[in-house]
């Protein structure tokens, strides 16, 4: 379904987000226009939502305009059941003619409602969720749908890109998802596996899916399937909490670079600079306290937001990422208008326990480490040049006088990185 263009523009994305965090561009964007649904499903309770909640085609529009969002970026119109939107059709209609590079996702228990709209409003492909046989889809879904489904397939097929969307949940198997993956064959269309998850806005009630020899048990006919393998293989390593960055390991990555490291796990954990050991256990029975509240009352505990310091108060702080961090990320012009710097105190116990050296050693690739030569977040950077003990194409590269924050912006620092980049790249690739 990719093609290499969209492989190399997904990476050149990808390395434009790491390395201009505030220039960041979104290849997708998800729309959860309404809580409005007609199915019952199991494995997702946002048809009992009340009350229904829209946003409006103003809010989608102003999500449009922000400076994330491009013409390239591929935006997905869902709910809830997207078609049973009150605006649908002016939604659907302002995208046609504003955004072209729009997809619409559907139960398809409104099929006439579906072909009509797809037929009229053309976009760029049609999503349609089947999770088994005519029995499977009425105990998961609770509706009789399985015929509707079938009947948007047979009429839109030919018309526009079409990928049934089969979910693996707790409440159907893998023999379901064999029997979806002939379905597609048998109409010669495309199939996105998808596994359940618990997103908040879902209000799942199940845990998260559990089988035992979870690898053994995918259906062979997944490899007649495009990118869905590797996406289903992972699940079990994820959930278990194993899953490691792809280039610690995957020996289709064939060099590593990276800019002035921050090892969030670390920081979070130990402090800058290693500036809180002392409070390492206290921060944490906070970080439970408030992962605690959440789960019993629904409410989410954040930090109070941090009012912009005064120059005595930024003179007085001791580390220049703090300090330099407040004017490139809060006043400069590479400020953006949506970072609000304040996570949930809950997301603690995640990042506390996390670490970005945890597998270092399985990088065998040729590896290029860049940091500043005064910058105070240089001691993450020679941490993990250490812990890479598997490579010894290891390089580290210092650039002359510049800080953390200064390697993303000034121009005499800025300059040389790219550089260095195009160096290693064409030495190793
Ligand atoms: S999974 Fe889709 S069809 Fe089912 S309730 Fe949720 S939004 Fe509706």
């Given at each position: 379904?990719?093609?290499?263009?969209?492989?190399?523009?997904?990476?050149?994305?990808?390395?434009?987000n790491?390395?201009?965090?505030?220039?960041?561009?979104?290849?997708?964007?998800?729309?959860?226009?309404?809580?409005?649904?007609?199915?019952?499903?199991?494995?997702?309770?946002?048809?009992?939502?009340?009350?229904?909640?829209?946003?409006?085609?103003?809010?989608?529009?102003?999500i449009?305009?922000?400076?994330?969002?491009?013409?390239?970026?591929?935006?997905?119109?869902?709910?809830g059941?997207?078609?049973?939107?009150?605006?649908?059709?002016?939604?659907?209609?302002?995208?046609?003619?504003?955004?072209?590079?729009?997809?619409l996702?559907?139960?398809?228990?409104?099929?006439?409602?579906?072909?009509?709209?797809?037929?009229?409003?053309?976009?760029?492909?049609?999503?349609?969720?089947?999770?088994?046989?005519?029995?499977?889809?009425?105990?998961?879904r609770?509706?009789?749908?399985?015929?509707?489904?079938?009947?948007?397939?047979?009429?839109?097929?030919?018309?526009?890109?079409?990928?049934?969307?089969?979910?693996?949940?707790?409440?159907?198997?893998?023999?379901?998802m064999?029997?979806?993956?002939?379905?597609?064959?048998?109409?010669g269309?495309?199939?996105?596996?998808?596994?359940?998850?618990?997103?908040a806005?879902?209000?799942?009630?199940?845990?998260?899916?559990?089988?035992?020899?979870?690898?053994?048990?995918?259906?062979?006919?997944?490899h007649?399937?495009?990118?869905?393998?590797?996406?289903?293989?992972?699940?079990?390593e994820?959930?278990?909490?194993?899953?490691?960055l792809?280039?610690q390991?995957?020996?289709?990555?064939?060099?590593?670079?990276?800019?002035?490291?921050?090892?969030?796990?670390?920081?979070?954990?130990?402090?800058?600079?290693?500036?809180?050991?002392?409070?390492?256990?206290?921060?944490?029975?906070?970080?439970?306290?408030?992962?605690?509240?959440?789960?019993?009352?629904?409410?989410?505990?954040?930090?109070?937001?941090?009012a912009?310091?005064?120059?005595?108060q930024?003179?007085?702080?001791?580390?220049?990422?703090?300090?330099?961090?407040?004017?490139?990320?809060?006043t400069?012009?590479?400020?953006?208008?949506?970072?609000?710097?304040?996570?949930?105190?809950?997301?603690?116990?995640?990042?506390?326990?996390?670490?970005?050296?945890?597998?270092?050693?399985?990088?065998?690739?040729?590896?290029?480490?860049?940091?500043?030569?005064?910058?105070?977040?240089?001691?993450?950077?020679?941490?993990?040049?250490?812990?890479?003990?598997?490579?010894?194409?290891?390089?580290?590269?210092v650039?002359?006088?510049?800080?953390?924050?200064?390697?993303?912006?000034?121009?005499?620092?800025?300059?040389?990185?790219?550089?260095?980049?195009?160096?290693?790249?064409k030495?190793?690739?």
């Amino acid at each position: 379904m990719y093609s290499i263009y969209d492989y190399a523009y997904n990476g050149l994305l990808y390395l434009n987000n790491v390395m201009r965090p505030r220039h960041k561009r979104l290849s997708q964007l998800m729309i959860y226009s309404t809580t409005l649904c007609q199915s019952k499903c199991k494995h997702c309770n946002i048809w009992q939502k009340r009350p229904v909640e829209h946003l409006s085609l103003e809010d989608i529009q102003r999500i449009m305009q922000s400076r994330c969002v491009t013409k390239r970026t591929t935006v997905g119109l869902e709910g809830g059941e997207f078609i049973l939107h009150p605006q649908a059709d002016e939604i659907m209609a302002w995208f046609q003619e504003n955004h072209p590079n729009y997809t619409l996702l559907s139960n398809c228990l409104a099929p006439r409602r579906v072909i009509d709209a797809v037929r009229r409003y053309q976009p760029r492909h049609l999503y349609v969720s089947i999770d088994g046989g005519r029995e499977t889809y009425q105990r998961m879904r609770g509706r009789d749908g399985y015929d509707r489904v079938i009947e948007v397939v047979e009429a839109l097929k030919d018309e526009v890109p079409l990928s049934l969307m089969f979910c693996l949940s707790p409440w159907n198997t893998f023999d379901d998802m064999a029997y979806v993956i002939d379905v597609a064959k048998h109409y010669g269309i495309d199939i996105r596996i998808g596994i359940y998850g618990t997103m908040a806005f879902f209000d799942t009630t199940s845990e998260l899916l559990t089988a035992s020899d979870f690898v053994k048990q995918i259906p062979q006919s997944i490899h007649d399937t495009q990118e869905n393998y590797d996406f289903v293989e992972l699940y079990d390593e994820w959930r278990n909490g194993h899953l490691r960055l792809r280039c610690q390991g995957d020996h289709r990555i064939k060099a590593v670079a990276a800019l002035s490291m921050f090892n969030t796990g670390r920081v979070r954990r130990n402090g800058y600079a290693d500036s809180q050991l002392a409070t390492v256990q206290e921060r944490l029975a906070k970080a439970a306290e408030a992962r605690q509240q959440w789960v019993e009352t629904g409410q989410v505990v954040c930090p109070p937001k941090q009012a912009i310091p005064t120059e005595e108060q930024l003179k007085a702080m001791p580390f220049d990422l703090y300090r330099e961090g407040i004017y490139y990320y809060g006043t400069s012009k590479y400020r953006h208008e949506n970072d609000g710097a304040s996570a949930p105190v809950q997301c603690m116990l995640d990042l506390m326990m996390w670490d970005a050296t945890g597998r270092m050693a399985l990088i065998d690739q040729p590896l290029l480490l860049m940091t500043g030569e005064i910058s105070d977040s240089k001691y993450m950077t020679e941490e993990a040049m250490e812990k890479a003990t598997g490579t010894a194409r290891k390089e580290m590269y210092v650039v002359p006088g510049a800080s953390h924050i200064k390697t993303y912006y000034v121009p005499e620092y800025v300059e040389q990185e790219p550089q260095r980049l195009v160096e290693f790249f064409k030495k190793y690739l």
